[in-house]
């Protein structure tokens, strides 16, 4: 059965020049698994209806949920008029669902804002200390729009490799992930890969683990 709960936003803290964290009140007894999402729409008239995924970004025994949402100029949507919302506003949510959840070590691969789901993830495995051997590989516009650079960078020390698409000069990998990407990073195939963000982003990593010998059950990714 389909809850719906109405939460209200304690927090809101920056996390780059187009991305914000919104902390907000968790309602009694609710329960996710790092990687899921929930749809949301903000409580307010006229934008009841105008619901989107989000992933959580807090751990599950945190006594409150977190979003961090990347927010784009368009006058019409939703994380638009997220810039201008204050502490105290409220969003519909629904129960969690989603089909990214921890299977065991392994590679991540995240597209922008397709980190999200990966973030619950990694501070869930830190605070169980099981980080392990899982790999990250972050592709992003510029290094700018690095979500939580520090953070990824300490959890995961050397096991963070950060992709940059379009920004001239930079000092990281500066073409996009492809199969020669993959081939020459990557040493092993027969292993979990977890794959996040635009469509397009997805198909191109999920042909490419493929033709590389990745097998299709150790693939995870939002269907």
């Not at 006594?63 to 961090?68: R, S």
């Not at 784009?72 to 810039?83: A, F, R, V």
């Not at 070590?105 to 597209?111: L, M, Q, S």
């Not at 979500?147 to 096991?159: A, H, P, Q, V």
């Amino acid at each position: 059965m389909e809850n719906n709960y109405i939460v209200t936003v304690t927090e809101i803290i920056p996390r780059t020049h187009n991305v914000k964290t919104f902390r907000v009140t968790k309602p009694e007894g609710f329960v996710f698994v790092p990687g899921q999402a929930v749809d949301l729409s903000l409580n307010e008239e006229g934008w009841k209806e105008n619901k989107h995924p989000f992933t959580f970004t807090c751990l599950p025994d945190d006594d409150f949920l977190e979003f961090t949402i990347k927010l784009y100029d368009n006058p019409e949507g939703l994380t638009n008029k997220l810039k201008s919302i204050t502490p105290g506003a409220e969003f519909e949510i629904s129960s969690a669902w989603g089909a990214i959840e921890y299977k065991g070590e392994g590679v991540f691969i995240a597209g922008g804002a397709g980190v999200t789901p990966f973030i619950s993830i990694f501070r869930h495995l830190k605070q169980q200390y099981k980080l392990g051997n899982n790999v990250l590989i972050f592709s992003n516009k510029t290094e700018a729009d690095i979500i939580l650079k520090d953070e990824f960078s300490e959890m995961l020390d050397g096991k963070f490799i950060n992709v940059i698409t379009s920004q001239p000069g930079t000092k990281y990998y500066d073409k996009r992930i492809d199969k020669s990407f993959l081939r020459n990073t990557i040493q092993n195939f027969n292993q979990h890969f977890y794959v996040c963000g635009p469509d397009e982003f997805i198909k191109s990593i999920l042909d490419a683990l493929t033709a590389l010998g990745a097998n299709a059950e150790t693939l995870v990714f939002e269907k």
